[in-house]
């Protein structure tokens, strides 16, 4: 293929008046064409006087050497797999997030049928029980926004964007159109799939692993390692009581941020840990449009998706503020996985249709922060936090809410302004001054006033915090070597959880390494 660079487009056209464009730009001949596709669209909002669209298009044609002057495409090549099918007993693996769900994909694609432990709920029963908990405030502490097929990115923006260089980054997004997304995230600068879409699409990967031999165990949670001289032998399960041992000597450990539990037993059993750095914060809410006034100014005529930021802040003392997955047209949502606290997180749907914006608004936080040298200590530290938002919510998983103004001036919120909140199941007007540390509080209010100097209206005073927001990544690494084994042979740590990941792509790589490693390995 021949790749058209820098296309730019300056009213709304369809993809064929484009790729009509870009050829007599490039002086090609339509005949000459065989094939041809976008490769690239983004919006080049820096000159709010010039807000366009930037095209790539690839082209396939009769005789390339007429072309020379055009760019050759790289052509995608996803590394050569040699697995061993010696496998004693069938791979395990725990946890059916991005990183699980990609590790199995992986198996049955080699022709290995794995068996995917998964203490939630399948993905559709999965929401269910997230609307129950919305509507009611009851809590199923295993399958909920954190538990489940699919993992915490299925009630997110569903992002694909990733800082990791992988070839395997193409093959995940090729994968997700296969099951079902739209084919638009293989161009878009700034692909997402949106909730509604996950849903379905990992219900077509599960049942496509399924076809190909693979076993899910759902409402099935692991809650013992047999290890031998140092070699994982088995996993114990617990279902509805039903207490099994499953033979194991391959397991993908893809347990997720928030398996607390499971953290425990992993460090109680000598599988080598340690504590990360992670972050916490708030959610804050804006208008949309004061967010798409902001990015696109009030000139152009396109019509612009709803407008994203992602925004940094260093201080002076080390600390750093910065917004997490932003979810424009979004909600916040109640985010708990354990009884008595409270934990937020952002959501969107396709369609990105909602008044509101959100973003995560974190500060780091690192291990010297903790009054204990243990691997777990960032795990207790969250709960904490998390324990003080549920009193200081009113006990009964009503988030507190705090207007920016408010904040500064650190005294209670009394009325809503301009934003309502969107977090359910309810909210209650709070200081959270009261509850978070201090070096995150003031931390929080120097990267709002800093970010309100890079996106106007940033620190309006109607803008709305929402607490708390805890689980944007593990506090804890489980510790694995150049073969992506832990102390422990046979176990493979794997994807957010295990400190490898941040996101739904990069986990989904990860996912898709460690299954290639034990494949290899074995």
């Known amino acids: 293929m021949l790749r058209i660079n820098n296309i730019k487009i300056r009213k709304d056209l369809t993809e064929y008046e484009v790729f009509e464009i870009a050829i007599q730009k490039a002086h090609v001949k339509k005949e000459d064409i065989l094939e041809w596709h976008i490769s690239r669209k983004s919006i080049d909002a820096r000159k709010k006087d010039d807000v366009h669209y930037t095209y790539s298009i690839d082209i396939q044609v009769k005789n390339e050497k007429k072309y020379r002057k055009l760019e050759k495409v790289k052509e995608f090549e996803i590394p050569s797999i040699q697995p061993q099918t010696t496998f004693k007993t069938r791979p395990v693996i725990i946890g059916a997030g991005p990183a699980g769900l990609f590790a199995g994909l992986t198996f049955v694609q080699n022709g290995i049928q794995p068996i995917i432990i998964e203490q939630g709920q399948p993905v559709e029963k999965r929401k269910e029980s997230v609307d129950t908990f919305l509507k009611t405030g009851k809590l199923n ?3 909920n926004v ?31 159109v296969h099951f079902g997304a739209p084919k638009q995230i293989l161009y878009l600068s700034k692909p997402h799939i949106g909730t509604d879409n996950l849903i379905h699409i990992i219900q077509n990967m599960r049942n496509y692993i399924i076809e190909k031999g693979g076993t899910f165990l759902f409402n099935t949670k692991a809650i013992d390692f047999e290890i031998v001289n140092h070699h994982i032998v088995s996993v114990s399960t617990v279902c509805e009581q039903v207490k099994k041992i499953i033979p194991a000597n391959n397991v993908i450990l893809a347990i997720g941020h928030s398996s607390k539990d499971t953290f425990e037993k992993l460090y109680e059993k000598g599988i080598s840990m340690e504590a990360k750095n992670f972050s916490v914060g708030v959610r804050i ?44 047209g979004g909600v916040v949502m109640a985010s708990s996985s354990e009884n008595n606290t409270i934990v937020t997180n952002g959501m969107s749907y396709f369609s990105r249709d909602g008044k509101n914006a959100n973003s995560a608004l974190l500060v780091n936080v690192t291990p010297e922060d903790f009054n204990s040298n243990s691997p777990l ?12 938002a549920f009193i200081l919510g009113g006990s009964n998983y009503y988030a507190p809410i705090q207007r920016v103004e408010d904040f500064f001036k650190n005294q209670k919120s009394e009325h809503i302004g301009e934003v309502t909140p969107t977090y359910q199941p309810g909210f209650r007007f709070a200081n959270l001054n009261e509850i978070l540390p201090d070096f995150v509080a003031d931390t929080l209010k120097q990267g709002i006033s800093y970010f309100d100097t890079k996106l106007c209206g940033f620190a309006h005073p109607d803008s709305i915090l929402t607490g708390l927001e805890t689980r944007s990544s593990s506090p804890v690494k489980i510790v694995r070597n150049q073969n992506l084994l832990s102390n422990i042979h046979g176990i493979y740590p794997c994807g957010e959880g295990a400190g490898y990941a941040g996101g739904i792509m990069s986990a989904a790589v990860d996912g898709i390494k460690c299954a290639i490693a034990s494949l290899k390995n074995n």
Not at 300 to 322: I, M, Q, V, W
Request: proline share 4%.
């Open 146 to 176: 954190q538990f489940g097929e699919g993992g915490a990115g299925t009630f997110s923006d569903g992002k694909l964007t990733s800082g990791i260089s992988s070839p395997f980054c193409r093959k995940v997004l090729e994968e997700f």
């Open 285 to 328: 809410e804006h208008l949309q449009k004061w967010i798409n006034q902001a990015q696109y100014g009030n000139i152009t005529k396109l019509d612009l998706p709803p407008a994203e930021y992602k925004l940094a802040y260093h201080s002076n003392n080390g600390r750093s503020c910065y917004t997490f997955c932003m979810c424009p």
């Open 377 to 388: 200590a960032g795990l207790y530290f969250q709960k904490d936090l998390e324990e003080k």
């Open 141 to 143: 502490t295993s399958s």
